[in-house]
């Protein structure tokens, strides 16, 4: 059993950048696979970035380049970077965890949720 609690989201210009934070309960964390993901308004859910057990990642498209996605299994942590943020990048941030190493970025494969933390840019 995990349990996520995302934090840092807020209210951002273009071009800034944001770093959000994902704490996880649980004593194998270090095993799972973490992902982000992100709903915008009106839209699905969508798959951000991916970070393995020994730290392999995976980025959307969209993302690559401006966000990074990193552990911090003894802190029972999970972080995304966002830098350059653009308005598009405006949704509701979710942290999503899976046991092992799933390459699947599809939100049905993911069983473990946060909240969510709202990031907003806009000038």
């Known amino acids: 059993q995990l349990q996520l609690v995302e934090s840092g989201g807020g209210l951002v210009q273009p071009g800034a950048s944001l770093r959000l934070s994902c704490a996880a309960s649980?004593?194998?964390?270090?095993?799972?696979?973490l992902v982000w993901f992100r709903q915008a308004p009106g839209k699905e859910r969508e798959f951000v970035a991916r970070?393995?057990?020994?730290?392999?990642?995976y980025y959307a498209d969209s993302v690559k380049g401006r966000f990074t996605i990193s552990r911090d299994d003894a802190a029972n942590m999970v972080f995304l970077q966002m830098r350059s943020l653009k308005p598009e990048d405006t949704a509701v941030y979710y942290c999503?965890?899976?046991?092992?190493?799933?390459?699947?970025?599809?939100?049905?494969?993911?069983?473990?949720w946060g909240q969510g933390t709202q990031v907003t840019v806009s000038s």
């Open positions: 999503a965890a899976k046991y092992g190493n799933v390459r699947s970025t599809n939100t049905m494969t993911y069983n473990y």
């Open positions: 649980g004593r194998t964390f270090s095993t799972y696979s």
């Open positions: 970070i393995w057990s020994g730290g392999s990642t």
